[in-house]
């Protein structure tokens, strides 16, 4: 396939810009993966439509305050957003500048914090925190949340709890895991009375989920990395659920992504690592039998993978749909359950 198959227009006030007050108020479409059936309801029906024998599986990362502005030395403004912490002073990052900043060169950030140019790594700039200052200590005092670039306008006090999933734990990732945004406690204490089991897996979300595919051969696509994780008490829970015909219920993309790469030899192990797993119409999935997602961007890697998962023409179909009813999209929008 090629990439313009997967383009479709959206009208740009269906981009959701805020969230919405409550987090379990979205709307919700569902698609019957095997017959491609479509139903309107709402993110709170959610639980309805679970039982005691599934399992949901969540992706535990949680978003770090990665973007700083700053200063040249020349006093030419820089804006810095952090793809990958390497350590406590050690970063790769996206920077935009009038020019870009040579190795050697300092920038000067606020509240006295300053960091050094110490090279390239292909697009990326290698970064390093100067005196004892720690990049911990300067993302939590001068960080800005990361939002989207197709949110227009500056991250807000709210954007702290809200572009962040009630479950986040472990730091690390530069863009949230949007499905699981739709959770509040109330749905993860109601999922806890109906007996649905939960467990977790790792995905520390890159910039390169926003960064469009620049090829029209899909065959020719290099997919960013990123750090995944998937524990010995996940395999368990997994394997459990299938002995007991339960689903496993993936609740994200990117927790896809990590069970997916954990399965590659065809039965899934636990592991960690990095992972830049591409899947296109034609993969055979081996460990999700269904997914929770949020409404992706034309002509992106995570609507193809949510094609392979449902099916090419429903899931353009469905998108259709969602646009004619006036759905939100992307990161702060509704959501979209595909089911088995």
Same mark, same amino acid.
């Not at 139903?39 to 770090?64: E, G, P, W």
């Not at 050697?104 to 090279?119: H, K, P, R, W």
């Not at 065959?219 to 524990?231: G, L, P």
């Not at 749909?321 to 929008?333: D, P, T, W």
């Given at each position: 396939?090629?990439?313009?198959?997967?383009?479709?227009?959206?009208?740009?006030?269906?981009?959701?810009?805020?969230?919405?007050?409550?987090?379990?108020?979205?709307?919700?479409?569902?698609?019957?993966?095997?017959?491609?059936?479509?139903?309107?309801?709402?993110?709170?029906?959610?639980?309805?439509?679970?039982?005691?024998?599934?399992?949901?599986?969540?992706?535990?990362?949680?978003?770090?305050?990665?973007?700083?502005?700053?200063?040249?030395?020349?006093?030419?403004?820089?804006?810095?957003?952090?793809?990958?912490?390497?350590?406590?002073?050690?970063?790769?990052? #996206?920077?935009?500048?009038?020019?870009?900043?040579?190795? &050697?060169?300092?920038?000067?950030?606020?509240?006295?914090?300053?960091?050094?140019?110490?090279?390239?790594?292909?697009?990326?700039?290698?970064?390093?925190?100067?005196?004892?200052?720690?990049?911990?200590?300067?993302? *939590?005092?001068?960080?800005?949340?990361?939002?989207?670039?197709?949110?227009?306008?500056?991250?807000?006090?709210?954007?702290?709890?809200?572009?962040?999933?009630?479950?986040?734990?472990?730091?690390?990732?530069?863009? *949230?895991?949007?499905?699981?945004?739709?959770?509040?406690?109330?749905?993860?204490?109601?999922?806890?009375?109906?007996?649905?089991?939960?467990?977790?897996?790792?995905?520390?979300?890159?910039?390169?989920?926003?960064?469009?595919?620049?090829?029209?051969?899909?065959?020719? #696509?290099?997919?960013?990395?990123?750090?995944?994780?998937?524990?010995?008490?996940?395999?368990?829970?997994?394997?459990?659920?299938?002995?007991?015909?339960?689903?496993?219920?993936?609740?994200?993309?990117?927790?896809?992504?990590?069970?997916?790469?954990?399965?590659?030899? &065809?039965?899934?192990?636990?592991?960690?690592?990095?992972?830049?797993?591409?899947?296109?119409?034609?993969?055979?999935?081996?460990?999700?039998?269904?997914?929770?997602?949020?409404?992706?961007?034309?002509?992106?890697?995570?609507?193809?993978?949510?094609?392979?998962?449902?099916?090419?023409?429903?899931?353009?179909?469905?998108?259709?749909?969602?646009?004619?009813?006036?759905?939100?999209?992307?990161?702060?929008?509704? *959501?979209?359950?595909?089911?088995?």
């Amino acid at each position: 396939m090629k990439k313009n198959d997967f383009n479709y227009h959206l009208p740009e006030h269906l981009i959701a810009q805020k969230p919405l007050a409550e987090r379990s108020a979205s709307r919700m479409l569902c698609m019957n993966r095997h017959s491609g059936e479509l139903q309107d309801r709402m993110f709170i029906d959610f639980a309805d439509l679970i039982s005691a024998d599934d399992l949901l599986v969540f992706n535990n990362t949680k978003v770090i305050p990665a973007r700083l502005f700053g200063r040249k030395q020349s006093g030419g403004k820089v804006e810095i957003l952090i793809e990958r912490v390497l350590d406590d002073r050690r970063a790769v990052a #996206h920077m935009r500048a009038s020019k870009s900043p040579k190795a &050697g060169a300092v920038i000067e950030l606020d509240n006295g914090f300053s960091c050094t140019v110490t090279g390239r790594e292909g697009d990326l700039f290698c970064l390093q925190t100067n005196g004892r200052q720690t990049l911990p200590d300067m993302l *939590a005092q001068i960080g800005h949340m990361p939002l989207p670039p197709y949110i227009n306008r500056a991250d807000d006090e709210e954007d702290l709890s809200r572009y962040q999933t009630v479950f986040a734990e472990e730091s690390g990732a530069v863009a *949230a895991p949007t499905a699981g945004l739709h959770f509040d406690q109330a749905m993860m204490d109601r999922l806890d009375r109906i007996g649905v089991g939960k467990t977790f897996v790792t995905l520390h979300v890159g910039s390169g989920t926003f960064q469009p595919v620049r090829v029209e051969n899909l065959a020719e #696509h290099v997919m960013h990395k990123e750090f995944y994780s998937v524990s010995i008490e996940t395999v368990s829970a997994i394997e459990q659920t299938r002995e007991r015909g339960g689903r496993v219920i993936a609740i994200g993309t990117t927790a896809v992504r990590a069970l997916e790469s954990a399965s590659r030899s &065809g039965q899934i192990k636990a592991g960690f690592g990095e992972t830049d797993l591409f899947i296109t119409p034609g993969y055979q999935f081996k460990s999700v039998d269904a997914m929770l997602t949020n409404f992706h961007l034309p002509e992106s890697t995570l609507l193809m993978l949510i094609a392979a998962f449902a099916g090419y023409d429903p899931v353009m179909k469905a998108y259709r749909h969602a646009i004619e009813q006036q759905y939100r999209f992307f990161s702060y929008g509704d *959501a979209m359950f595909l089911s088995s």
